[in-house]
């Protein structure tokens, strides 16, 4: 044997094994396009019931914000209504009953203070309020002097 039949031999070796290494990878990568429509076709058939699903949903919602808007402009006109009959009462009833509560009050001070009239200062126990305590007047009294 010659240099070059060695030469032809070992380049004959080398393209088997490049030609067998090809065709193994060639093999595993059709196993894995296999795999892959597979996968896909699943995907596919799971997706159509799920948007679906999704699509009823979505009516479903529509269908509940309609009736929360037509309840929510059935509120606004019950309160457009009873503010029209509250200012309406206010109006009407309104002055009479300050007159009323005036002249009740004036009544309670003219037979409380025996009809003299006189502004006389009360000395009642004012308290001030601290941080939701009440603290008589004369505790602050006592802390200032």
Do not use: C, H
Not at 34 to 53: H, I, N
Not at 106 to 123: F, H, I, S, Y
């Amino acid at each position: 044997m010659t240099g070059g039949e060695v030469a032809g031999i070992l380049v004959a070796v080398f393209w088997a094994i490049l030609v067998s290494f090809l065709a193994v990878v060639l093999v595993r990568l059709a196993q894995t396009l296999r795999a892959t429509t597979k996968m896909v076709a699943d995907v596919t058939e799971q997706a159509v019931p799920l948007l679906a699903d999704a699509s009823a949903t979505v009516r479903s919602a529509q269908t509940q914000l309609d009736r929360v808007d037509a309840i929510a402009s059935d509120v606004q006109e019950v309160t457009s209504n009873a503010s029209a009959l509250s200012s309406t009462v206010a109006s009407t009833f309104g002055g009479p009953l300050v007159k009323v509560a005036a002249f009740g009050y004036g009544v309670r001070k003219a037979l409380g203070r025996g009809g003299d009239g006189a502004d006389v200062p009360r000395t009642s126990s004012r308290r001030t309020v601290i941080v939701g305590r009440t603290v008589p007047s004369s505790r602050r009294r006592k802390q200032k002097g």
